[in-house]
């Protein structure tokens, strides 16, 4: 154990966790880009003026809401594959797919607060300036909810940098997994620990940019 353990040194160690960085900075990106719209999407749905729509989306919502995003990784991977009688889905497509549902649900329920915190005599407003919906939209009230959902949104993005170890659940080589084999196959502890510092790094990062957003969105007090 003892020539496991010096054969090993930091910098290999280093090296080898930002690959497994790599990974996580990939799901985070992925499911970023994509939940993003598609959360507003869902948030269109539930706030739909058909009736059977909305039902669809609140139930779907629960569901999302109410499971762990785990358990969500085993069925986008395992479900597809018994159902349908075919070869297990790509367990990178697999974690990408069950994030960006999942986030996307977050970031709906967000956007909902947001829009529905306008004040109604807003609305009435643009009307009587002869604005259609979708300027209403577009040059009023989107602007004002995006400063609104800042501070929401900024934390369920740290909870997704973290969120991004659970893809190890099947076995995809994230930082969290990657730290693990490297205890495993040298008897050492110390990587395991150091992962904090790349979370603690993305996430200052994101910190930073999260602040300056704010700031640039500061022009409207209301």
Known sequence: MSNLISDV???DVTLRLLGGF???CAIFAIT???ALP???VFCMLSRCRLKPVRAVMRVFVWIIRGTPLMLQIFVVFFVPGLVFNVSGMDRFLAVCIAFVINYAVY???IYRGGIEAIPAGQYEACRVLGLTRSQTFFRVVLPQVVKRIMPPMSNEVMTLVKDTSLANVISIGELILTAREIVNMNGIIYPLFYTAVFYLAMCGILTLLFRFAEKKLDYYKG
């Open 22 to 24: 790599g990974y996580t």
């Open 38 to 40: 598609l959360g507003m």
């Open 32 to 34: 970023l880009v994509c």
């Open 107 to 109: 970031f709906s329920e």
């Open 9 to 11: 040194t930091f910098g």
